[in-house]
């Protein structure tokens, strides 16, 4: 097999390696997962002023320092060539964002593609789209699911047995899917509780031992681990899938037909095929009849954890600071030096004695019977009338914040994402077309001239959107 270096780019790697700020590599993976958000799901390529309007928005929410060590990584770079698609007099955070695409453009991560019209399209190279994949899952940590997939094991290889139409060359293909992710994510974890056991024998307040404990471990070892030991055991399904597989390995002419369909369905041969099938039900077999001493280990090193982690408990609330025993001898000898001082009186400023109080019965104490309660009447409603300066100030106020919460700038950001490279666009393309309240902003902010969109009103027949009917109309990119 071929060595990933070989078909990566060769500076791919380069962009974490910024000098000067390390926070840089911090701020070119959030832009580079970003941008994978929306290609994941993209079929037809990235718009340039969509990128470039993300860029702007991670750069606003990192703060001032972000653009700010851009600016010295940009001045730090020999010059290049100039953008061809950079407009004249860009704000600056458009120029930080044209230069972040140029870098992912030059290392690898992306492609640009310029049409005829000169408009520009973003693309992620297939190795893009599988090492973000990646990133992703570091970043959101989610523990590793096994529910479901011994049962689907089992079932694929019931169904190559009952079902006569059913591809056996399918069952062994998924169940071997199916095992060889169960043993990974089982290793997976195996290894993984090892790091909380360290984490747990360190200095740590009690606090953070405990949301180790009850939030961080729990969702590590979590509900699909007990689902693996409960109703998914292994045990269940295990037996009749290795039996049915040892039937299959002495039955040549099962292997023969088998070996006949994947070589018409792959380019290997019908002898290349048999044996890549005899080598996934030879895995299979292994695997699942391996798996009693990996459960047993997982086992063992969750009781250790759970040992170590209350250990760790008992003796910090046991020790010096948090004894019943130790803080009566530590007041004993605050007395002792209290009164070798000459004082017969505690200060002031001591603490006293706590007592419970006495509570004698009273009326309150005794059953009462529930009593009706006075119907309501509400107070009427007087609504004053206001000075004009008191109503053009509160006018004032109330458009301030219309404009904070829907400004052109916002506005025209999220249509300009909607075109998607395209010149127009039908109001039964929007996105938002059945949120009226966003619709509603749109029609209103086309005539800005902030925005860099318009409206056309065409023919045809009213649109339903929710309980109303709209005209038809198209946005039109200026």
């Known amino acids: 097999m071929a060595n990933p270096f070989d078909i990566l780019p060769p500076h791919i790697f380069n962009l974490f ?34 990128v470039i309007s993300e860029i702007v928005d991670y750069l606003r929410e990192a703060g001032a320092n972000a653009e700010d060590e851009i600016k010295v990584e940009m001045a730090n770079q020999a010059p290049g060539e100039v953008d061809p698609v950079s407009t004249g007099n860009p704000k600056p955070e458009h120029t930080s964002a044209s230069y972040l695409i140029r870098r992912l453009a030059e290392s690898g991560w992306i492609e640009r593609e310029q049409h005829a019209d000169y408009s520009e399209t973003i693309i992620l190279p297939d190795y893009a789209f599988t090492l973000l994949e990646a990133l992703r899952s570091i970043q959101e940590q989610k523990p590793r699911e096994f529910k479901g997939q011994l049962y689907a094991a089992h079932q694929l290889i019931t169904s190559a047995t009952t079902h006569k139409d059913f591809s056996p060359t399918l069952a062994v293909s998924q169940t071997y899917e199916n095992i060889r992710q169960v043993v990974r994510g089982l290793n997976e974890l195996n290894q993984n509780i090892r790091r909380y056991v360290e984490r747990a024998t360190k200095q740590m307040e009690v606090v953070d031992l405990l949301r180790l404990q009850f939030n961080d471990y729990t969702q590590t070892l979590g509900p699909a681990y007990h689902a693996l030991k409960t109703s998914d055991h292994v045990s269940r399904y295990r037996r ?20 006949e369909e994947l070589a018409a369905q792959s380019r290997l041969s019908p002898s290349q095929a048999e044996h890549e099938i005899t080598q996934s039900l030879l895995f299979i077999v292994h695997q699942l009849e391996g798996l009693d001493p990996l459960l047993a280990d997982i086992d063992a090193r969750h009781a250790q954890y759970l ?4 250990r760790q408990i008992r003796y910090k609330l046991g020790n010096a600071d948090g004894s019943f025993k130790d803080q009566l001898v530590s007041l004993a000898q605050s007395l002792s030096s209290l009164r070798a001082e000459g004082l017969d009186e505690l200060p002031e400023d001591a603490p006293g004695l706590r007592q419970m109080p006495v509570r004698v019965p009273d009326l309150k104490s005794f059953f009462t019977p529930p009593q009706r309660r006075a119907p309501f009447t509400p107070d009427s409603i007087i609504v004053p009338i206001l000075h004009p300066d008191d109503f053009a100030a509160l006018h004032a106020l109330t458009m301030q914040d219309v404009v904070q919460a829907f400004s052109p700038e916002k506005v025209n950001r999220k249509v300009i994402g909607f075109f998607n490279g395209h010149k127009r666009m039908s109001i039964t393309e929007i996105p938002v077309r059945d949120d009226l309240h966003w619709l509603t902003t749109i029609i209103a902010y086309a005539h800005h001239p902030e925005v860099s ?25 200026l």
């Open 17 to 50: 390696t910024t000098q000067g700020f390390a926070s840089l590599q911090r701020h070119y993976m959030a832009i580079l997962i970003r941008i994978y958000s929306l290609a994941e799901f993209n079929r037809f390529g990235l718009a340039r002023e969509t």
């Open 307 to 310: 040992r170590t982690s209350f």
């Open 240 to 259: 009749d899938i290795v039996n049915q597989i040892r039937e299959w390995l002495v039955d040549d002419n099962w292997l023969s037909s088998t070996a």
């Open 453 to 477: 969109y318009g409206l056309e009103v065409v023919e045809g027949e009213a649109v339903k959107v929710g309980q109303y009917k709209v005209v038809p109309f198209d946005l039109v990119k």
